[in-house]
């Protein structure tokens, strides 16, 4: 089993900055590709951004030039570097992972997710 533990939500102001991490732990033999999204209330779940375990990234056009994804492999933490935030992104964010069990099956996890709000 893996967990994956968010922080970094909270309230900010339009044009503020904040910083999420998703800590990974359990028994896993590595992690692919690890990603967030967000959910806003009456929207479907969307990709935010994601990054391969090398470092290849992709973003939603929406947050481009604005927020950044990281990772350190060997702390199995993503983070996601949230700049100059609008109201519209404004959402439930969750951390997504491929990891890659000991008898080499793929799954994905979810975590319980981190609220960001953004309003003056």
């Known amino acids: 089993q893996v967990k994956l533990v968010e922080s970094g939500g909270g309230l900010v102001q339009p044009g503020g900055s904040l910083r999420l991490s998703c800590a990974a732990s359990?028994?896993?033999?590595?992690?692919?590709?690890m990603g967030w999204y967000r959910q806003a209330p009456g929207k479907q779940r969307e990709l935010v951004a994601r990054?391969?375990?090398?470092?290849?990234?992709n973003y939603a056009d929406s947050v481009k030039g604005r927020f950044t994804i990281s990772r350190d492999n060997a702390k199995n933490t993503v983070y996601l570097q949230m700049n100059s935030l609008k109201p519209e992104d404004a959402a439930v964010y969750y951390c997504?992972?491929?990891?890659?069990?000991?008898?080499?099956?793929?799954?994905?996890?979810w975590g319980q997710g981190t609220q960001v709000a953004v309003s003056s």
């Open positions: 359990g028994i896993f033999l590595t992690i692919y590709d």
């Open positions: 997504n992972t491929d990891t890659v069990s000991r008898s080499l099956s793929t799954n994905v996890y």
């Open positions: 990054i391969t375990r090398s470092g290849s990234t």
